[in-house]
């Protein structure tokens, strides 16, 4: 069972809320660096990179993708096969840039510690901030929160949200709440 | 090219005829994305944080092991250094009590070489540790296969179809085994030269041709994998000379001036200069002998990767 949470529109009015809030809060533009988490934050990012030359003739330093497989909390404690580790293209010096973090889902703010991490190993930023178009109220695990929320929803135990009709279609048209069988978490990518 | 499910089928890397295509792809494929984290400011990851690694050398190496150190460390392993010369093997105790021995203060990998072939697949049978081959005397070095390949795989993109010599003492080599393995199972083509009493009889088995002229062998191939001749496993004397072995089958810049192409270079290492290889060879543009060097720390981070996820 589904219901849905954003239609096309709404997702559309999402997406350029979010775009005008990284233009007014993110500080000097030409300092910062806009990360999407791989797999499903880089599609956010880009969404949000196609949009945003809407809204200002300044663009950001640069965008890029982060994988942040190899900095997983729980390598040694899945049964199920590892998961593949994808590009991640920064081709910036990010010492003293301000970075934005993009991802899908903040669920239990464990893919978020592990980017903190992974990005810590390309150097030391200035500042890091979060963007998430969606988050699940209530279910931290870790003491993380988005800077820049596309919409929060308080989702149950036994309920997943999912980005796009399918969470591997590289367009997003609307975002669901799944009912599961199982206690599954959301789509973030390390739960 | 992405391959299935990210782990391998085997808990242990004995040898490339133990393992399947796609376990082969697998490695090659996670490699990359150990390159990319090679190539970081701090190039550190914590995938194997809690995981301890025995390297148990029974034998001198100088590149596998400062390799598979680097590639452990680089991953966060916790990691033991041992060599045979400094352990209770000189008193006389059997390898199966000391890895045993080693494995029960809680190991969860080991890395050996050993001079005996086949010693890593007795312990595999013994073991609960994941065990990765680093050599068994003149029987297989799967990592260094893997690494030749993916130095290759990075210049041509596959393998498919590619023109690739084997050079030298293939007799007493364990890194021709795999490579002829490793070379034939992702589809390229090879051929063996090397004078016929340092080529093991019913080589061809292994689909391979064998070409004993080095200039006719040279004008086919496309990169050539330069053997090193193994003074120390030369039992049978069979060698006449070192300088009749240089002048017949060393890699001379003047053959390949002659042949007029551009053929890739691959050494395994430690280097005979003069002998079986030329300086000005070794050292020339098309050389990738540095690059699998590089290359070596990816390979082996990504076999200790995608071991530690196997069940045992």
């Known amino acids: ?191 | 090219m992405k391959v299935g499910p990210h782990r391998l089928s085997s808990p242990h890397l004995l040898g490339i005829r133990e393992m399947s295509v796609r376990d082969m792809e697998l490695v090659l494929e996670t490699a990359d994305s150990f390159k990319e984290v090679l190539a970081r400011p701090i190039a550190k990851v914590p995938s194997l944080q809690g995981i301890t690694v025995a390297n148990m050398f029974f034998e001198n190496s100088t590149r596998t092991r400062v390799s598979f150190e680097l590639a452990e460390k680089r991953l966060s392993a916790d990691v033991i250094q041992f060599s045979a010369q400094n352990s209770s093997a000189t008193k006389g105790e059997s390898l199966l009590d000391m890895v045993q021995n080693i494995i029960h203060m809680r190991v969860d990998m080991v890395v050996l070489r050993h001079p005996h072939p086949g010693a890593v697949h007795f312990l595999a049978q013994k073991i609960k540790a994941h065990l990765i081959n680093a050599g068994d005397g003149t029987h297989e070095h799967p990592t260094q296969a893997l690494l030749d390949a993916y130095s290759l795989r990075e210049k041509w993109g596959n393998l498919k179809n590619r023109r690739i010599l084997i050079l030298g003492d293939v007799l007493h080599s364990r890194v021709a085994l795999s490579s002829i393995l490793c070379l034939r199972k992702l589809g390229a083509k090879v051929k063996i030269c090397a004078p016929l009493f340092l080529i093991p009889p019913g080589i061809q088995q292994l689909d391979v041709e064998v070409e004993p002229r080095l200039e006719k062998a040279l004008s086919w191939c496309e990169a050539v994998n330069v053997l090193r001749l193994q003074h120390e496993r030369q039992r049978s004397l069979v060698l006449p000379s070192l300088r009749e072995y240089a002048m017949y089958y060393g890699l001379k810049r003047a053959m390949l001036e002659k042949i007029g192409k551009t053929i890739l270079i691959l050494h395994p290492g430690p280097i005979n200069r003069g002998i079986e290889i030329e300086t000005e060879v070794a050292d020339a543009p098309q050389s990738l002998i540095l690059r699998q060097v590089e290359n070596g720390v990816a390979i082996r981070m990504a076999v200790l990767y995608l071991l530690s996820s196997a069940s045992r």
């Not at chain 1, 997702?11 to 660096?33: M, P, V």
């Not at chain 1, 806009?34 to 949000?48: A, E, H, S, T, W």
């Not at chain 1, 929320?149 to 135990?157: A, I, M």
């Open chain 1, 1 to 191: 069972m589904r219901r849905l949470l954003l239609n096309d529109v709404q997702l559309a009015l999402t997406f350029d809320r979010l775009c005008l809030e990284l233009l007014s809060g993110s500080g000097t533009l030409s300092n910062t660096l806009i990360l999407g988490l791989q797999p499903r934050g880089y599609r956010i990012m880009n969404r949000i990179r196609s949009r945003i030359s809407s809204f200002s003739q300044e663009s950001f330093m640069g965008y890029g993708s982060l994988d942040l497989t190899f900095h997983r909390d729980d390598l040694r404690h899945r049964k199920s096969p590892l998961p593949t580790p994808l590009k991640t293209d920064l081709p910036f010096d990010i010492e003293r840039k301000s970075v934005i973090l993009v991802d899908d889902v903040l669920f239990t703010g464990r893919s978020a510690r592990a980017a903190l991490e992974a990005l810590w190993t390309y150097g030391r930023p200035y500042k890091v901030e979060l963007l998430v178009l969606i988050d699940r109220l209530y279910s931290r695990h870790v003491p993380i929160e988005a800077d820049y929320v596309g919409r929060s929803v308080n989702v149950l135990d036994h309920e997943r949200v999912q980005v796009g009709q399918h969470e591997k279609d590289e367009e997003i048209k609307e975002v669901w709440l799944r009912t599961c069988g199982t206690h599954e978490g959301g789509t973030s990518s390390v739960e």
